[in-house]
C-alpha cells in the first residue's frame, strides 16, 4: 500500500529547535521523571539529551524541564508547565498537519491499493 509520511519541526532564526525527536524525549522525561532513564529509552546519550533541553530552553526563550541533582533522596527531572502546554501544541499542530496530508493525498493519488493499483 502507497502511505505518505512528514517530518514537522520548529525552527527559531533557521536553527531546528523542536520536533518529532525531542517530543519523544520531553515525553520520556514526563513518564520516567528522569533525564537519564529518558536518554535510554529513545535512545541517545545523557549528555545529548541534555545538550538538546538547553538548546531547546535556549532557542525558545523558556524553561521546559526543572531539574533536581541527585544525591541521597536522588535527583530527577519534570517538566514545567510551558513545557507541557509547548508540547500539547505541537502534537495538536503535528495531528492537523497529518489530517491535511491525508485528505490531500487521498485526492491526488486515490485509494491505492498493494502494488499500487
Known amino acids: 500500500m502507497i502511505d505518505i509520511r512528514s517530518k514537522i519541526w520548529i525552527e527559531v532564526d533557521g536553527e531546528p ?12 522525561i514526563s513518564e520516567h521523571g528522569s533525564i537519564n532513564k529518558a ?21 525558545l526563550r ?3 524541564v ?4 541527585g544525591g541521597r533522596n536522588g535527583g530527577g527531572a519534570k517538566l514545567t508547565k ?12 503535528e495531528e492537523g498537519v497529518n489530517e491535511i496530508l ?15 493499483k
Open 17 to 28: 529547535v523542536f520536533g518529532r525527536g525531542r517530543r519523544f524525549l520531553l515525553r520520556a
Open 62 to 64: 523558556v524553561k521546559l
Open 102 to 116: 491525508d485528505k490531500k493525498f487521498r485526492r491526488v493519488f486515490g485509494k491505492q491499493k498493494k502494488g499500487g
Open 66 to 69: 526543572e531539574r533536581k541533582a
Open 82 to 93: 510551558e513545557a507541557i502546554e509547548f508540547l500539547k501544541k505541537y502534537e495538536r499542530l
Open 39 to 59: 536518554a535510554k529509552d529513545v535512545k541517545i546519550s545523557y549528555r545529548k539529551a541534555l545538550s538538546y533541553i538547553q538548546n531547546m530552553e535556549q532557542r
